[in-house]
Each structure stands twice: as C-alpha cells, then as structure tokens.
C-alpha cells in the first residue's frame, strides 16, 4: 500500500530538548516536503527536498532542520524547540513536477511546553 | 503577493444543504488546482485536482470544482451534504513554471449538522 509514515503520532517536550520526527515513504518519490498547519493559517511549508542531498528552505524554515540521505526518508530536526513550534506537522511526498499529486502523512501533533 | 485565499473559515450547514466552498488565487501564470480534505484526526487527502481541459471537474464522494480563469477562481460545490463530509478543506495550487511548490490556502472548516 502507498503510504507516507510519520512518526511518533502525538508529542509532548520541554523547550530546548532536542527532537526528531521521523517521514518515510514507500512510492519512491523525489519530493518530500514538511508542513506545518496551525488554526486560520492552512499549511505552510518548512522545507521540502527534490531528491537524495537536495533541501531547501520553505516559507517558515526558522527553527528547523532536514536531511535527506536516502530517498525514502526526510527528518525533520528540531535541534531546540521552543513553545511557538507547537504546531500540527505533516509530511508529504509526490512525483516531480506540476502535474502531480501529493501523498500526505498522518500527521504528527508536537506540543512544546 | 501571490497568495490562495478562501472566502470562508467556518462553514456550519444542515444535511442535504448544498455547499460551496470559494477558493481564489493571485498568481498571474498558469496553475495547476487542488482541493484537499482533512477528516478529524485523519491526514489529507485528495479530493479533486485540474491540469486543463474541462474546467469543471468531478472528485470523489460527489464533489464538484469549477475553474474560472478570469475569476482566478476554484470554487468547490456538493449540491448535497452529507454529516460524513464535516472535515477541514483545502485549496491548493501549483504554479506551473515553478519547480512544483504547492501552496495552499488558509482552509475552512466545515461542520455538517444532521
């Protein structure tokens, strides 16, 4: 089955603690993206990646990191977290170009405190 | 800039209304549109999308789009809800002489009472 995982689903951390979140997916696709959603604001995107090494930043970068080492996989770093990233994460992947559809992972609700 | 705007944050309607959802955007080239839906607790999923051809298209679960180029516009219409379509909706677009950023709009909420 074409799925997108993301773990862990629900976190709760302390400002500061580092934390990884974790996105694989099985439909070798080149992109993969990671998105925040937060209430009247929709989906905004932190970074994305166009293939294996190749990451840029989204529109709300600050704060965070990727890496992109295999293909399947794209982290998402959160080297000090502080209260303003608690947010709903999601993950997504899809096929290069304009002309394709996005696979989203189930989300990963963080709560920083 | 260039932005998706959708009219509605919060949409509450009885079953068997009709709905549509107004979606917007600002950018001058040509896009590809989307629609998404968000289930409680779920991840998005694809509801419809339009590359070209017939500018209204079908999705799934008896939703509708129709692309209005001059409107800049891809309103989502269902002539008749149902209590399982309360969900979060999402238009989204992909300018086509980009490297293939999705930007989405701010997504409404829509609350079906039965």
Redesign the interface.
């Known amino acids: 089955e074409a799925q997108v995982t993301q773990n862990p689903r629900y976190l709760i951390t302390v400002t500061g603690k580092k934390l990884t979140v974790t996105c694989s997916q099985n439909m070798n696709h080149e992109y993969m993206s990671w998105y925040r959603q937060d209430p009247g604001l929709g989906l905004r995107q932190i970074y994305y990646s166009m293939n294996v090494e190749v990451t840029d930043k989204g529109d709300v970068p600050e704060g965070y990191k990727v890496s992109r080492k295999e293909k399947r996989n794209f982290p998402l770093i959160l080297e000090s977290p502080s209260p303003n990233q608690t947010s709903l994460y999601f993950c997504a992947s899809r096929e290069p170009g304009v002309n394709t559809e996005a696979f989203f992972g189930q989300g990963t609700r963080l709560t920083v405190v | 800039a260039q932005s998706?705007s959708?009219h509605n944050?919060h949409v509450i309607l009885s079953e068997a209304a009709s709905l549509e959802l107004g979606c917007n955007y600002s950018y001058g080239g040509t896009v590809?549109l989307?629609w998404?839906v968000q289930y409680p607790g779920?991840?998005?999923?694809?509801l419809l999308?339009y590359?070209s051809g017939d500018p209204l298209v079908k999705g799934i679960k008896g939703f509708e789009a129709e692309f209005i180029k001059s409107k800049f516009s891809f309103n989502l219409r269902k002539p008749s809800v149902q209590w399982s379509d309360t969900a979060e909706y999402?238009c989204a677009v992909?300018?086509?002489d980009?490297?293939?950023?999705?930007q989405?709009?701010?997504?409404t909420q829509v609350v079906v009472t039965p």
């Open positions: 998706v959708q944050h590809n989307f998404y779920q991840h998005l999923q694809l999308k590359f999402f992909i300018l086509t980009s490297w293939g950023k999705l989405f709009g701010a997504g």
